[in-house]
């Protein structure tokens, strides 16, 4: 089945960097496209970016544009989201999900879904 797994969340301070990633299994990674979505408490799941299947072409949501970067490796079946200039605002749980769409930027866009890793960014 298919499995998504996120890594790399942790605690940074505002202004600080960090990388998240996503491993991906049973599906053909190099046929979907990955997004990153975010949760923070007590507010709904919101899109962050997306990668083309190929990794050619990104979308960035305004508020992390010029500060967040996605990309992926089709031979390493991961999606990673680099972070930086980080605020507080930014501090949620992120998930990664895959989908063949590849236009989606609503949660019931995509079929896939990972757990989630926490990032928390303190002031």
């Known amino acids: 089945q298919v499995q998504l797994v996120e890594s790399g969340g942790g605690l940074v301070q505002a202004g600080g960097s960090l990388r998240v990633s996503c491993a991906a299994s049973g599906l053909t990674f190099s046929r979907y496209t990955m997004a990153w979505f975010r949760q923070a408490p007590t507010k709904e799941r919101e899109f962050v970016a997306r990668i083309s299947s190929s990794g050619g072409f990104t979308y960035y949501a305004d508020s992390v544009k010029g500060r967040f970067i996605i990309s992926r490796d089709n031979v390493k079946n991961t999606v990673y989201l680099q972070m930086s200039s980080l605020k507080p605002e930014d501090t949620a749980v992120y998930y990664c999900?895959?989908?063949?769409?590849?236009?989606?930027?609503?949660?019931?866009?995509?079929?896939?879904w990972g757990q989630g890793t926490q990032v928390t960014v303190s002031s």
């Open positions: 999900a895959a989908d063949r769409s590849p236009f989606g930027k609503d949660v019931a866009d995509y079929a896939y």
